[in-house]
């Protein structure tokens, strides 16, 4: 029996806050289905219900199976799913974005196709990483250059405070347990961080692809983004679960990277952050509207759907 248009989608206004939102949930080895509004994850040890409103991102790994019904539940939600591989540290797939307006889309794409703009968001970029670092003036190879210095001084500093010895930055993709337990550390922080990056991006309406540092790619935004807290968040929370041994360093890390995401208010940080790179005020705007307009030689905007183009036909009816 067909299920077409039974259950509407929630308005905006009805939907949890991506900044109120827990920032990830990693599931493996269960079943994902739908029981009201919730989603549930069945395994061995019997079944968990999970408010679906109250997650950011949820990142799916090995075994894991999900029914038609708890990804309706799910993108209903405005929650961001993203397919990982073992240990959290393969991208595979993601889901939709939650805002149902353009308005960031629309600024992003405005600050990316200047080369002056792009230029000058790469630097205040630098500048939220990097406190204290005067970015004004700076070319980009300046800005590499002091990424580099600054990211290996933060591996020292982490090194030192945790009494975890540190030699090298060391990733072999396809061997994630070759590398010590430091680097898995990072590794897996790093892509947990890509994951809630990507979901808060994505439920603002932004282009994951259109990179203000990193280019070239389809998440190149989130890379951006994700790096911003690199230093203060996910390299301190690697150390830390490196330092209590090196067996199963990778659900440590995700671990106190979540305790370390809760605790700084991150999502909110985040949300704030991208409006702010990208000089978006979303006060009085049509962030909350789920409307599709027509765009007009003055800029300003008409409903889409209508007649306009005689006056003598009924111009408030509907043409679609």
Known sequence: MSTVSRRGASTP???????DRMSFLYLERCTV???DNAITAT??????????ATIGVLLLGPGTRVTHQAMSVLGESGAGVVWVGEHGVRFYAGGRGLSRSSGLAEAQATAWSNRRTRLEVAR?????????????????????SMEGRRVR????RESARTGVP??????????????DAPNQGITAAAQ???GVAHAVVAALGCSPALGFVHSGHERSFVYDIADLYKTEVGIPAAFDAAAEGDEDVASRTRRALRERINRTGLLDRCVSDIQTLLRYDDAGSDAERDEVRLQTDDGSAVPAGRNHGNAMIDADGPIW
């Not at 206004?13 to 900044?19: A, S, T, V, W, Y």
């Not at 395994?43 to 679906?52: E, F, K, L, N, R």
């Not at 540190?166 to 590398?179: C, H, I, K, Q, S």
């Open 192 to 194: 947990c961080m890509y």
């Open 33 to 35: 289905h739908r029981d």
């Open 124 to 144: 205040e970029m630098y500048r939220m990483r990097f406190p204290g670092e005067d970015t004004s003036g700076r070319s980009r190879q300046d800005l590499l």
């Open 43 to 52: 395994d061995a040890d019997g079944v968990t219900h999970i408010p679906s």
């Open 166 to 179: 540190w030699r090298r930055r060391e990733y072999r993709p396809d061997d994630f347990l070759a590398a």
């Open 153 to 156: 001084d933060c591996y020292r």
């Open 13 to 19: 206004r009805e939907l949890g806050r991506i900044g």
